[in-house]
């Protein structure tokens, strides 16, 4: 499935590069992203945990990070598995900076492969619902961390855990308004 974003950060698109080229940092602000390790061959790997509804599932996997300063773009590719309920994922995120004002626009263009027990949330737009909340989430999270006054004080910024059963009622119920507002 394909998922779009597009967001403003209120920030240079300068501080915003460099933000985002400290994964360690981007992590903590993705909603239930734990960092686990820098690997030796420049891949990260890590744990994605989400609960929605009756169904968890704790993704374990590797990513690999590329980027093209000059133009402010990068690509993203990961995977893993979730081996207690058997679902895997995969990911590829393309994402761009352009300046926009005293801000920086933000695009995020993934394509998201579920499969197992997962695969059933990739399903009539809830997965998009979803990340739009997540995403939200996330811009809260960079924009605290990058208005900090000091790296200690950044530091305290992060995402929490995705929490499952509000964040899927409330997404169900955006998008179920938006489908039946075509009508």
């Given at each position: 499935?394909?998922?779009?974003?597009?967001?403003?950060?209120?920030?240079?698109?300068?501080?915003?590069?460099?933000?985002?080229?400290?994964?360690?940092?981007?992590?903590?602000?993705?909603?239930?992203?734990?960092?686990?390790?820098?690997?030796?061959?420049?891949?990260?790997?890590g744990?994605?945990?989400?609960?929605?509804?009756?169904?968890?599932?704790s993704?374990?996997?590797?990513?690999?990070?590329?980027?093209?300063?000059?133009?402010?773009?990068?690509?993203?590719?990961?995977?893993?598995?979730?081996?207690?309920?058997?679902?895997?994922?995969?990911?590829?995120?393309?994402?761009?900076?352009?300046?926009?004002?005293?801000?920086?626009?933000?695009?995020?263009?993934?394509?998201?492969?579920?499969?197992?027990?997962?695969?059933?949330?990739?399903?009539?737009?809830?997965?998009?619902?979803m990340?739009?909340?997540?995403?939200?989430?996330?811009?809260?999270?960079?924009?605290?961390?990058?208005?900090?006054?000091?790296?200690?004080?950044?530091?305290?910024?992060?995402?929490?855990?995705?929490?499952?059963?509000?964040?899927?009622w409330?997404?169900?119920?955006?998008?179920?308004?938006?489908?039946?507002?075509?009508?």
């Amino acid at each position: 499935m394909k998922i779009t974003h597009e967001f403003t950060v209120s920030r240079p698109a300068g501080a915003v590069w460099d933000f985002f080229q400290d994964v360690p940092e981007v992590a903590k602000c993705l909603p239930g992203a734990q960092l686990t390790s820098t690997n030796d061959d420049g891949t990260f790997s890590g744990r994605v945990a989400v609960k929605l509804g009756p169904m968890s599932a704790s993704f374990d996997g590797k990513a690999a990070v590329s980027v093209d300063a000059a133009t402010h773009t990068g690509t993203i590719d990961g995977s893993g598995a979730d081996r207690r309920g058997g679902s895997r994922g995969q990911v590829k995120v393309a994402y761009a900076l352009v300046p926009e004002g005293s801000g920086t626009k933000v695009t995020i263009d993934a394509d998201v492969t579920l499969s197992g027990a997962a695969a059933q949330f990739g399903r009539g737009g809830l997965v998009q619902e979803m990340s739009n909340r997540l995403i939200g989430e996330f811009v809260s999270c960079v924009e605290s961390k990058l208005s900090a006054a000091t790296p200690e004080e950044a530091a305290q910024h992060s995402a929490g855990e995705v929490h499952g059963f509000s964040l899927f009622w409330a997404s169900l119920m955006a998008w179920l308004k938006r489908l039946f507002s075509r009508k």
